[in-house]
């Protein structure tokens, strides 16, 4: 059974770092499409940053030049490294996959593509 446990948020202040965590069981991430996706309390999941096949990464408007999207395969964990935090930035962050296997999958932001969910990590960013 396919699990993402997603880990490493928190609170920090404006122009603050964190890195979040999103470790998968039953699911080689290795070449996969993944992603991150937020949301607040009201509104829908937004996507914010994927991954493709050949590490090729999309991001929303709003992250881009401030989160970067990456992979550790060796320990099967997909990482969302963010910046530069601002109160917007603040939700649930939740890790998500494509069960689809085939090859060259272009990364995407829209959660309809994605069949594996985790459970979600808060960051909250304020002063």
């Known amino acids: 059974q396919v699990k993402l446990v997603e880990s490493g948020g928190g609170s920090v202040e404006p122009g603050g770092s964190l890195t979040l965590s999103c470790a998968a069981t039953e699911y080689a991430i290795d070449g996969r499409r993944m992603a991150w996706f937020r949301q607040v309390p009201g509104a829908e999941r937004e996507g914010i940053a994927s991954?493709?096949?050949?590490?090729?990464?999309n991001y929303a408007d709003s992250v881009q030049g401030r989160f970067k999207i990456f992979k550790d395969n060796s320990k099967n964990v997909l990482f969302l490294r963010m910046a530069n935090l601002k109160a917007g930035d603040t939700g649930m962050y939740f890790c998500?996959?494509?069960?689809?296997?085939?090859?060259?999958?272009?990364?995407?932001?829209?959660?309809?593509?994605?069949?594996?969910w985790g459970q979600g990590t808060q960051v909250t960013v304020s002063s």
């Open positions: 998500a996959a494509d069960s689809s296997d085939t090859w060259n999958l272009p990364p995407i932001l829209q959660e309809d593509f994605y069949e594996y």
């Open positions: 991954m493709g096949a050949f590490g090729r990464t």
